[in-house]
């Protein structure tokens, strides 16, 4: 069927359990490839600062700002939250575009099971180890293709690509799909993050390509 303009199915997995399959819109373009991108067949792993050690039975995922109530979850209540695959293409603001990426991990509409967000709240602040931030509308941060994954092409994530869970939006350039993952913030009004602070456009279409402020 079609959700949202996207096409959505589903497919046992082992033990029988049934998970939610999404494809982004964006790849089912006659041209996948947006202005000033080149395909590339490996994942390149980009990332300011060195890689940071994060252990799972430590790490907890915050929920906060314009929220009825404020949550904190740790690593097993998040991963035993309902799962989707999502299948999609990834574009870096460097110029690079990697294609046919299957996700596995939490869509970020189950935010919406776990608080209520407030009427006010028009964007969202994602925080992530050890202190990087990247600044979202809500209309891009609930599309149905957007997930937290912990899992990429029936692997688990590595730490140099932000294990144990990075955001992916793919509806924009991949700084945007945070890594290292730790939590929320519910805002009314834009603030920049951390590579928008840098230069970086505050909203970071490809196919408009939104690179630089």
């Not at 309902?82 to 990697?98: A, G, M, N, Y």
């Not at 688990?156 to 924009?172: K, S, T």
């Not at 519910?186 to 390509?209: I, L, Q, R, V």
Request: net charge neutral; charged share 25%; aromatic share 12%.
């Amino acid at each position: 069927m079609v959700l949202n303009g996207l096409i959505v199915g589903d497919r046992l997995k082992s033990g029988g359990v049934r998970m939610e399959r999404i494809v982004s819109p964006d790849t089912r373009r006659e041209n996948r490839i947006p202005p000033g991108q080149h395909q590339v067949k490996s994942w390149p792993a980009l990332h300011y600062g060195s890689v940071p050690k994060l252990d799972k039975t430590k790490w907890t995922f915050f929920i906060s700002g314009l929220v009825d109530k404020e949550r904190k979850l740790t690593f097993e209540e998040f991963a035993a939250l309902p799962q989707v695959e999502v299948f999609s293409d990834i574009h870096c603001v460097t110029s690079w575009s990697l294609l046919d990426n299957l996700w596995q991990g939490v869509s970020t509409s189950v935010i919406k099971d776990l608080v209520s967000v407030k009427s006010s709240a028009r964007y969202v602040m994602v925080h992530g180890s050890p202190n990087f931030t990247t600044n979202l509308p809500l209309a891009d941060f609930f599309e149905s293709d957007v997930l937290f994954a912990m899992m990429r092409n029936g692997d688990v994530l590595e730490p140099a690509h932000g294990a144990p869970v990075r955001l992916i939006v793919p509806c924009l350039y991949f700084w945007k799909s945070a890594k290292w993952v730790t939590g929320l913030r519910f805002m009314e009004k834009d603030k920049a993050g951390f590579w928008e602070s840098n230069g970086y456009h505050m909203h970071g279409d490809p196919w408009k390509e939104e690179r630089y402020s």
